[in-house]
């Protein structure tokens, strides 16, 4: 898919001039690593679940070993993908931008793995079991080895309370970590520009920080094959994958105007 080479060269027009570029990313940039996005219809065992009633505490409560199963099965899809060039293109942007903050909704560590260095994941990270019940303060994570074994039918359980472990990240319904939040937020107010790329727009409090940076002044570029809720706000609207329009992106900081 060839992007628009002139809005492509708009984008980098504003990134020329950045000092602080913030960069918001969703689910689309792991699309293809082959890890699907929660809008992609899960497929096989899970086709029949919507991640929005598995990611919540209730879901948790009332089956908690359905919803450990299927971290299980989302944990096991990342092990056996990598970041792609969209990941990459990110941290080839850190040595042409003086400072470059990714703030993601993902779980999936695919920009720490990538080599991005300041990360603030909103969401958590699947790679982490915490106890359920926080029992050494929160968030008591547990190492794969240290957990009671799973009884069958249940999750593996916490060593010192028992409690049954949890993937340390945000459920529908539950808080974000408040100096993530915190940081995202003074981030988004003094970027000069944000680089929005594949997120649909829709989970708050994520979804309003491009707001917060548009009201503080930055430039915003968004990166979608499709149009999101992002898009009607932004400078400058990229369409298309973003493993292949980002790359293009940073080819184009790369040459003098
Ligand atoms: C909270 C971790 C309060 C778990 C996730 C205000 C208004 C309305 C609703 C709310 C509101 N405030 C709170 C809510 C409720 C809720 C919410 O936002 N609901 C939505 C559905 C309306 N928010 C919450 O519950 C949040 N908590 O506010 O708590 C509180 C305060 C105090 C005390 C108690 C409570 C918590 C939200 C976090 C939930 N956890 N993830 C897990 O992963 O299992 S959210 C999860 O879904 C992801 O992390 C991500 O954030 C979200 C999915 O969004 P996207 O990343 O955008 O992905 P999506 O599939 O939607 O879109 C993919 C996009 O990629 C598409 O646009 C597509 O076109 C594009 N794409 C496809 N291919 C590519 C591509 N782009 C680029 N390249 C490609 N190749």
Request: proline share 9%.
């Amino acid at each position: 898919m060839t992007v628009d080479r002139a809005l492509i060269e708009q984008a980098a027009q504003l990134l020329r001039g950045c000092a602080r570029l913030a960069v918001l990313t969703g689910a689309g940039i792991s699309k293809e690593s082959g890890v699907p996005t929660f809008r992609d219809a899960m497929d096989g065992l899970w086709a029949r679940y919507d991640p929005q009633e598995l990611a919540t505490p209730q879901a948790f409560a009332r089956n908690p070993k359905l919803v450990y199963d299927w971290y299980t099965y989302r944990r096991e899809l990342v092990a056996g993908a990598a970041p792609n060039p969209g990941h990459y293109a990110l941290v080839d942007l850190e040595p042409l931008i003086p400072e470059v903050t990714i703030i993601t909704q993902n779980v999936d560590g695919f920009h720490r793995a990538a080599g991005s260095r300041t990360v603030i994941e909103l969401h958590g990270s699947l790679g982490e079991d915490r106890c359920s019940a926080n029992c050494r303060g929160a968030p008591t994570l547990v190492k794969p080895g240290a957990a009671l074994p799973a009884a069958p039918g249940e999750p593996p359980r916490c060593p010192y309370c028992r409690s049954f472990l949890r993937p340390n990240v945000v459920w529908f319904n539950e808080a974000l970590p408040v100096e993530a939040l915190e940081r995202a937020m003074q981030v988004s107010r003094s970027c000069d520009v944000m680089l929005v790329v594949g997120t649909s727009g829709v989970v708050q409090p994520a979804a309003s920080l491009p707001y917060w940076a548009v009201r503080s002044g930055a430039k915003l570029i968004d990166v979608n094959p499709g149009m999101d809720e992002i898009g009607p706000a932004a400078d400058v609207f990229l369409q298309g994958p973003s493993g292949e329009v980002l790359p293009q992106l940073v080819d184009a900081l790369r040459t003098p105007a």
